[in-house]
């Protein structure tokens, strides 16, 4: 069964300085990897996402993510946060497989900005 | 264009009562999913509709909770004889495609508290 970790629940950054969210999965084949923002009282919207290819990709907002599989990871990053990202992240895995759907989400980690 | 739209965006019921949640996702899109999110816990998924193809309820946690897609369109979520713990926030997300390649629309979902 696939499964998601996202180890820090909160995190604390000051404005400007870089982030680094980390996340962590299980899978047995080289899954569809996704991150996603939620801002309060908001639904999901997607931040970026890898498939296959180049292991790093670039997102919405500035944000960048790198696919590690040898530390089955996929950790969003970006270099200077703005107060405008706090909010909740989520990373999420899916099957590459044809007709596979399910998505497996982490928990989330908590962005808060101190300006 | 136009999101995903959930409705309402917040419900209070009485323990015992049952409750409909409705979802009308982006015109075209084949694919929709409720998920359930609790304070703390990720997203939980617990249904996914495509197209005319028979759901997977794989999800669902009782059979307290049905859905039902009408003309491949708009979504009700319903529960019955609702329980405290069912208090959490219920999202609906639509997707153009078939495949979890095919990324999600989130609505900003529907708050339900139990009391």
């Known amino acids: 069964a696939q499964s998601v970790t996202q180890p820090d629940i909160h995190i604390t950054v000051s404005e400007g300085a870089s982030l680094e969210l980390r996340c962590n999965y299980s899978?047995?084949?080289?899954?569809?990897l996704f991150w996603y923002v939620q801002s309060p009282g908001q639904g999901l919207q997607l931040l970026l996402k890898?498939?296959?290819?180049?292991?790093l990709v670039q997102g919405i907002k500035g944000f960048e993510a790198e696919f590690k599989r040898s530390q089955s990871s996929f950790n969003l990053r970006k270099p200077s946060v703005h107060w405008s990202d706090a909010a909740e992240y989520f990373c999420?895995?899916?099957?590459?497989?044809?007709?596979?759907?399910?998505?497996?989400f982490g928990k989330g980690t908590k962005l808060s900005v101190i300006p | 264009g136009a999101g995903v739209s959930q409705s309402p965006s917040n419900k209070v019921t009485e323990k015992g009562k049952d409750v409909e949640l409705r979802c009308d996702p982006i015109?075209?899109?084949?694919?929709l999913y409720w998920y359930r999110q609790s304070l703390g816990q990720g997203l939980e998924f617990l249904i996914y509709?495509?197209?005319?193809?028979?759901?997977?309820k794989s999800g669902l946690p009782s059979d307290r909770f049905s859905a039902e897609r009408t003309g491949g369109s708009v979504s009700t979520l319903t529960i019955q004889r609702t329980q405290q713990e069912d208090s959490a926030v219920y999202l609906c997300?639509?997707?153009?495609?078939?495949?979890?390649?095919?990324?999600?629309?989130f609505g900003n979902g529907t708050r339900l508290t139990v009391t």
């Open positions: 997300a639509s997707s153009l495609g078939k495949g979890s390649g095919s990324p999600l629309h």
């Open positions: 899978y047995g084949a080289t899954p569809y």
């Open positions: 890898y498939f296959s290819g180049d292991t």
């Open positions: 999420a895995v899916g099957p590459s497989g044809a007709g596979s759907y399910q998505l497996t």
């Open positions: 015109s075209g899109h084949t694919a």
């Open positions: 509709f495509q197209g005319n193809s028979a759901p997977d």
